[in-house]
């Protein structure tokens, strides 16, 4: 860790309190609640500081939280660093404590990537005025795995208060390459607290790993959700940009059916208009994606789901729906390849366990 680091590590706040902490029982397989005003009583109750979670926290995670600094990037030059890119490259490789980048309100045009040598890095966003992270990056440039604003390769990862976009234009069908991600994420233990994810097609790429989100907004029109993460997505939103005559939601690259990979979506709101959007298609044949407790607008297509066009998929994907509500959630018209999930269905996808969580998930920390 450079000398910079370790002086600004002294005159950093980090707000935990070590003393007179709640007991967590960081119980893996407790399931979300069906009632959403239950949520937060449920995260307090399953996914508590550190500090009182020794005994279950993986031993890298416990020892990295003990020893967590503090450095300062502000767009106006009052930080410690005034780009996102140049407080990065500070982070030594290797790393095993936990460095909180604190980002300052204002628009940071950068194409920013953590690579998979920086592990246990958290960006933390003003709450009050969430920064932009903008870039215009297209797969016509970069390919499309690599055209993301924000690339994290590194483990352990967290991600709070930050707006992430990608600027370039709206694909019209006639140019190549008009992809654009705005996130790709493929460090493995990640979370995401209270971010936005603004794009098109392609927004979010869900890359490989376990990982977590929580009061989030995801947008995009094709594919704006993909990858082959093991992810569970918690009180989120999910919006369909109007305009094109159809819309994907997701596209989950489970490729045999013993990956442990997929993607649950659970108290989300899937928003917009006009039965434009399937939930999910077998872009890979054994793609995995669940909704439960979720609410659906008039946005989502009767049929739900699309096979991509392969039959053959029908009988080995796993496109699952449970207990969701609103106009769009009636399954009258649903295709024959969804799964109406019981009690005992759901439930490995309700709960913690279904990312491990118990091992490496901790609350977003609070920052001065």
Known sequence: MTQKMSHIAVEAVLITILLFLPIVRCNDNEVIPADNSQIKTWFDRNVGAAA?????????VATAEKNATVIKVRADGSGDYKTITDAIKSIPDGNKNRVIVSIGPGNYTEKITIDRYKPFVTLYGDPNDLPVLVYDGTAAKYGTVDSATLIVEGDYFTAVNLKVVNSAPRPDGKRA?????????????????NCRFHGFQDTLCDDKGRHFYKDCYIEGTVDFIFGS???????????????????????????????????????????????????????????????????????????GWSDNNKRNADSLVYFGEYNNKGPGSNLDKRVTFVKKLSDAEAKPFISLAFIEGSKWLLPPPKVI
């Open 52 to 60: 009182s979670r020794d005994a279950v926290l993986s031993p890298a």
């Open 177 to 193: 390459g008009a992809q654009a991600e705005a996130m790709r994420i493929g460090g493995d233990f990640a979370s995401f607290y």
């Open 229 to 303: 993460g093991n992810s569970l997505y918690l009180n989120s939103e999910i919006h369909v940009i109007p305009g094109d005559p159809q819309a994907i939601i997701t596209a989950q690259a489970r490729s045999k059916a013993t990956e442990p990979n997929g993607y649950s979506f659970v108290h989300c709101k899937v928003t917009g208009s006009g039965g434009i959007a399937y939930l999910g298609r077998a872009w890979f044949d054994f793609a995995r994606v669940v909704f439960a407790f979720s609410e659906f607008t008039d946005v989502v297509n009767p049929q």
